[in-house]
């Protein structure tokens, strides 16, 4: 089924399926505290995230990214105050003049929610979504596609709705260090430091990259239903995995990627 422009099933509904979240544990929750406009704001309570999540569309307020943070506009922790923003986005706004009042009217008309709005240039999905893990090489509803050193680099959910973001988690490290958490059921939170990170999203594809540019992601989404994993270098300590248009490298020895269909696990290297 083609997914519509208005997104199919937005707004049907909150009801989340077999959907294996991953709680971590973040020290965001403000209560009554007053913040700066713009702050991070992350409601600690699940519901009114959810609830914050299907105001805005799923996706950032202003470009429609899928991979976000919780941002307070006016500095209330009210969660009809909060609002999703893309890293670039924030970044964007940040200390500029009238961002608040534009804000306010991106919450109410995000632009994932608006008919003109092309989904089909970002992860949103109907369902589960299926992989390019490297060129010819399709993992299909896979949620776990890689495992390295038994961690799971990238992490695929469907959609809590239909026409939803698919929900995508994504632990890496640079170069000698262990991995951790970049991203969180969508959420940008870099374990270990902001700045340690960096996100972009050109076109089609998210791009994530290390501080010191020796571990990167690229994930692009193809068609609705369909992400490709154009780049990967990431470590375990001193071992790295590569995989890209060479196929897939651990310390430059090439290993097999399977085409998997509905298994946890694609790959266990
Ligand atoms: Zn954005």
């Not at 959907?19 to 973040?26: D, E, K, N, T």
Request: net charge positive; with cysteine.
């Amino acid at each position: 089924m083609a997914q519509g422009p208005r997104g199919d099933g937005l707004g049907e509904g909150l009801h989340k399926g077999l959907v294996m979240r991953c709680a971590w544990p973040v020290g965001f929750a403000q209560g009554a505290r007053i913040l700066e406009p713009l702050a991070l704001s992350r409601p600690a309570d699940d519901k009114d995230r959810r609830h914050v999540r299907h105001a805005c569309g799923y996706g950032c307020v202003r470009c429609g990214a899928t991979i976000y943070q919780y941002r307070t506009v006016s500095g209330s922790a009210d969660v009809d105050d909060i609002v999703l923003l893309c890293p670039p986005c924030a970044h964007a706004l940040a200390g500029r003049p009238g961002a608040e009042q534009a804000l306010r009217i991106m919450r109410q008309r995000p632009v994932a929610r608006q008919s003109q709005f092309d989904r089909r240039k970002l992860p949103y999905a109907l369902e589960m979504p299926d992989l390019v893990v490297v060129p010819g090489v399709t993992m299909r509803k896979t949620p776990m596609p890689i495992l390295f050193g038994g961690v799971p680099v990238l992490r695929l959910d469907a959609p809590e709705v239909p026409g939803g973001a698919v929900e995508i988690g994504i632990t890496l490290a640079m170069a000698g260090e262990a991995p951790r958490p970049v991203v969180v059921a969508n959420e940008w939170l870099p374990q270990g430091g902001e700045g340690d990170w960096t996100f972009e999203r050109p076109g089609n594809r998210y791009v994530i990259t290390s501080r010191d540019r020796s571990a990167q992601l690229i994930l692009a989404a193809v068609t609705p239903g369909l992400l490709a994993l154009e780049l990967l270098r990431t470590f375990d300590g001193c071992r790295m995995l590569e995989s890209g248009h060479n196929g897939t490298r651990i310390d430059g020895v090439a290993c097999p990627t399977p085409a998997v269909k509905s298994q946890i696990v694609g790959m266990a290297v």
